[in-house]
């Protein structure tokens, strides 16, 4: 079985990224026509505009959508492979994809291997520093996703090229690690012709294993038979021959394991102990109980929103639990088990404008909106619906409404730019409250 190891972990001397640039430079000189082409591997991500002649296989790519983690697996396994072979004839070891695993604060910058100018995994074409060693920061890489079930880390069911709902592991770090390179890793037309794009999605390949890993009893993937068997992706493999996957195909008897799926907290505070039992809360069940009446439009500067909230967490458990006797000085967790603040129908012509939230001023997520700019054209697939982001605020809240910050009718909700891309322009249509 093959090992997918942490690139910043190799040991020294190791030749897989020096492979990995060879295969690269052999793949770019193939005609894009060529499904073992980089520039054919990329555009099955996406491109624009995209021929018609290539729908079957271009522009694929899975996102806001539970075929997130299905379908960007099937294409690092695809694309592994065909990369292994490329080494292969040039008569090179068995190869694998490793994995940027940045948790570890010491590994937030690109490898060297990536920022040499002379190494074809190097791109010009990414955000200023990331080439001279810039470092993410701790906001873009957070783990608390880990902590989500159901569709809460899913996303929402339907298949979608470019928007509906992303689940949390999608949202941050995967979007926010797209947002902070910038360049092309930040539009999803281009992203995957930066070779860091491929680490990056190995990394997020091994953290669905420990999400899966770390809490057996609460983290299951779906059940659904549409998740499962309903849709079929196209790919090609190392002899550019079709083939076809559904997600029921990579659940198990994969040919490879990853070098460390340990779970990244122990047991540290704050996060939900791995097999303590959570309230199975689907965002279906979820209500509205306030929503701000107009449509929100957030620029480059700092932007704070009063989101009415008519429906109070004792006015909630009353009408949810009405033979329940709820005491004057009930706690927040007692009236409400989980709580949402969701941004809908978000729509920009930027690309990736990204925002992090804070309600009364503490931070509850980042949001970057990858893939903004497609999801918003009246001319794609949803007809310019745009994307919706839900935040699970719960711990935010609870705690600021116990110590009675939260005023009763209204939310205090703050936007801060994050390297706002010049002139970003993002509409909320609207911004709503939701307890389960
Ligand atoms: Cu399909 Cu990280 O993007």
């Avoid at 020096?18 to 793949?27: I, T």
């Avoid at 018609?52 to 592994?80: D, I, N, T, V």
């Avoid at 340990?262 to 704050?270: I, L």
């Amino acid at each position: 079985m093959r090992v997918r190891k942490n690139v910043w972990r190799l040991p020294a001397g190791d030749q897989t990224l020096l492979w990995y640039g060879k295969a690269v430079a052999a793949m770019k000189e193939r005609a894009p026509t060529d499904p073992l082409s980089w520039h054919y591997q990329a555009a099955m991500h996406g491109i624009r505009p995209l021929p018609a002649a290539m729908k079957q296989f271009w522009g694929q790519c899975q996102h806001g959508s539970g075929f997130f983690l299905p379908w960007h697996r099937m294409y690092l396994l695809r694309f592994e492979q065909i990369v292994a072979a490329h080494v292969k004839a040039a008569g090179g070891p068995e190869w694998s994809l490793p994995y940027w695993d940045y948790s570890v604060p010491e590994h937030r910058a690109l490898p060297p291997a990536f920022r040499e100018p002379a190494s074809p995994l190097f791109v010009a074409q990414r955000g200023q520093g990331w080439n001279g060693g810039r470092q993410l920061v701790e906001e873009a890489v957070d783990l608390q996703s880990l902590g989500q079930v159901g569709d809460d880390f899913f996303g929402d069911e339907q298949p979608a090229h470019s928007g509906n709902e992303p689940g949390a592991l999608e949202l941050t770090p995967h979007n926010a690690v797209h947002a902070s390179i910038g360049g092309w890793m930040g539009d999803p037309d281009t992203a995957a012709a930066d070779p860091i794009f491929w680490l990056h999605h190995c990394n997020i390949d091994r953290l669905w294993d420990v999400w899966l890993k770390r809490d057996p009893e609460n983290n299951k993937n779906p059940t659904a038979a549409l998740w499962l068997d309903g849709v079929k992706f196209a790919f090609h493999d190392d002899k550019a021959q079709a083939v076809a996957m559904t997600s029921r195909q990579i659940l198990a008897g994969l040919d490879y394991s990853y070098e460390d799926i340990s779970d990244p907290f122990g047991n540290a505070a704050g996060f939900a102990a791995p097999g303590a039992p959570r309230p199975a809360m689907s965002k279906a069940a979820r209500e509205l109980v306030g929503s701000t009446a107009q449509p929100v439009t957030l620029g480059e500067t700092a932007q704070d929103v009063h989101v009415a909230t008519p429906i109070t967490p004792a006015q909630f458990r009353a009408a949810a639990s009405p033979a329940a006797f709820i005491a004057p000085d009930a706690k927040a967790h007692q009236l409400v088990h989980k709580v949402w603040l969701r941004l809908e129908h978000v729509t920009s012509t930027a690309v990736c404008p990204t925002y992090d939230v804070l309600v009364h001023g503490k931070r509850v997520g980042r949001i970057a909106m990858f893939g903004i700019a497609q999801a918003s054209d009246p001319d794609g697939e949803h007809g310019g619906a745009g994307q919706n982001f839900s935040l699970d605020i719960t711990r935010v809240y609870h705690e600021l409404f116990d110590q009675q910050v939260i005023d009763p009718d209204k939310l205090e909700v703050s936007f801060a730019p994050v390297e706002p891309a010049a002139n970003a322009t993002v509409t909320v249509g609207r911004i709503g409250l939701y307890f389960a």
